[in-house]
């Protein structure tokens, strides 16, 4: 009688050994997609930033106006990424239009560098 409750004993053992190994590796698992996740919305968010940028500056023929610049400030602000406002900002404060082009290739860069990770 003895025999067959330490064996049953040991068997409720083992499984709740495993089911404890398994639910580490999927709360594991679980933590890693989220990050992954995460990651790739700001990705996105800083690929879409990139695109209305190219298109709406430069690409554009035309001067930007109040409307395209609101959206632009409101998109880059929502990025929540001091580095790519940073650049945004001397782009924005640049007094010729050597600085502003060469600030925009630097911003450009930045932003492919960005979504290439």
Same mark, same amino acid.
């Given at each position: 009688m003895m %025999? =067959? @409750?330490?064996?049953f004993i040991s068997l409720l053992v083992g499984f709740a050994c495993v089911s404890l190994a398994v639910?580490?590796?999927l709360v594991y698992v679980l933590v890693k997609n989220n990050q992954l996740y995460s990651q790739h919305q700001v %990705? =996105? @968010?800083?690929?879409?930033?990139?695109?209305?940028?190219?298109?709406?500056v430069l690409l554009s023929d035309k001067e930007i106006d109040f409307d395209t610049r609101l959206s632009l400030e409101t998109a880059v602000r929502g990025l929540n990424n001091p580095e790519i406002?940073?650049?945004?900002?001397?782009?924005?404060?640049?007094q010729t239009k050597e600085e502003a082009t060469a600030q925009a290739k630097k911003l450009l860069n930045l932003l492919i560098q960005k979504t290439s990770d």
């Open positions: %025999n =067959k @409750k330490t064996f639910n580490g590796v %990705n =996105k @968010k800083i690929l879409d930033f990139r695109n209305m940028f190219t298109e709406k406002l940073s650049q945004w900002q001397a782009f924005t404060n640049s």
